[in-house]
């Protein structure tokens, strides 16, 4: 029998605002309750810190980090980001997923805010690549399925697709006992796991293609280099052949050797009379004489 594959380890970041079942879904996600959940009222009593469980799902290693909520607008932009700040170097080196999590329910323009409120923080484009969504009160649906119910707010419909499509529905209290079906929490988790895994793979992909078009580029510049390098080397060769030319000219080689100083004055002298001559031939209407015809 052939050994079993080991699954990676992943760390997951849960944010939302609270009320909507963060905490609940962190204990949905690691099936066990690890998580102290807190409702709006209870939060408002004063400040709550992240907290980080850990728990094996379906063999692997599973890091849970629940952020703080923000209960309405009771926390402002800074202390938002703190708490999400001390989440993220917590987890360091190493992020695998960010969860939003959402109720099933009205996505009024005052819930779309206290998201955009907590989502502020992060870098869009980069922070979107790595982020699904996951909406909780599951069986509020009743028969609709999720990706029906989020087109019935465009707000909800822009930020899902802003996450690449990828949303995923529990529900922490009616969905436990049932093993099998997409009213499963088992198997909603393991579907919410198998996206995060492709997410990753994806990432992967990408920064091996953009490494390998990095690869290319400095290929193509040392094919560049080596071209300006060869054709600097052929000019220098030429611009020493011409040197060497103008040396040997009219003069043999046993009378360079002899006497160079001689032969350096002679062609020193050749080029003044050049001179001469070209100037003689602007400024004077006299006859031309060459010096070969003195």
């Keep these: 029998m052939g050994s079993r ?23 949905t996600i690691l099936g066990e309750n690890v998580f102290t959940t807190k409702n709006c009222n209870m939060a ?42 001390k989440a993220l170097i917590n987890c360091a080196p190493t992020i695998d997923a960010f969860v939003v999590v959402l109720q099933v329910g009205r996505y009024t323009e005052r819930e779309n805010a206290v998201v955009q409120k907590i989502l502020k923080p992060f870098k869009e484009e980069h922070f979107l690549k790595h982020t699904v969504t996951l909406f909780t009160f599951g ?18 419909q822009q930020l899902v697709d802003k996450c690449g499509g990828r949303c995923h529905v529990i529900d922490n ?30 990432d992967i992909q990408e920064e091996e293609k953009d490494i390998q078009e990095e690869e290319k580029d400095i290929q193509e510049e040392e094919k560049t280099f080596k071209r300006r390098r060869n054709t600097f080397k052929r000019r220098r060769k030429d611009i020493q052949e011409e040197e060497k030319n103008i040396t040997e000219e009219n003069v043999s080689p046993e009378e360079q050797r002899e006497n160079p100083k001689v032969y350096q004055a002679k062609q020193l002298k050749s080029l003044d009379e050049d001179r001469r001559t070209l100037k003689c031939l602007k400024t004077s209407d006299a006859p031309r004489i060459w010096p070969s015809e003195r």
């Design 44 to 85: 408002s009593y004063g400040r709550v810190e992240y907290q980080k469980r850990e728990g094996k799902v379906n063999g692997r290693k599973i890091t849970v980090i629940d952020t703080t909520g923000a209960c309405d607008t009771d926390l402002n932009d800074e202390e938002i980001k703190s708490e999400i700040l």
């Design 139 to 156: 069986e509020q649906l009743e028969d609709q399925t999720i990706e029906e119910f989020v087109k019935t707010s465009s707000h909800l």
């Design 5 to 27: 594959v080991s699954l990676p380890e992943r760390k997951i970041i849960l944010l939302g605002k609270t009320g909507d079942g963060k905490s609940s879904a962190g204990n």
């Design 173 to 202: 209290k009616h969905w436990n006992k049932c093993k099998w079906g997409n009213k499963s929490n088992k198997v909603q988790v393991k579907n919410l796991l198998n996206t995060i895994d492709e997410m990753e793979e994806k």
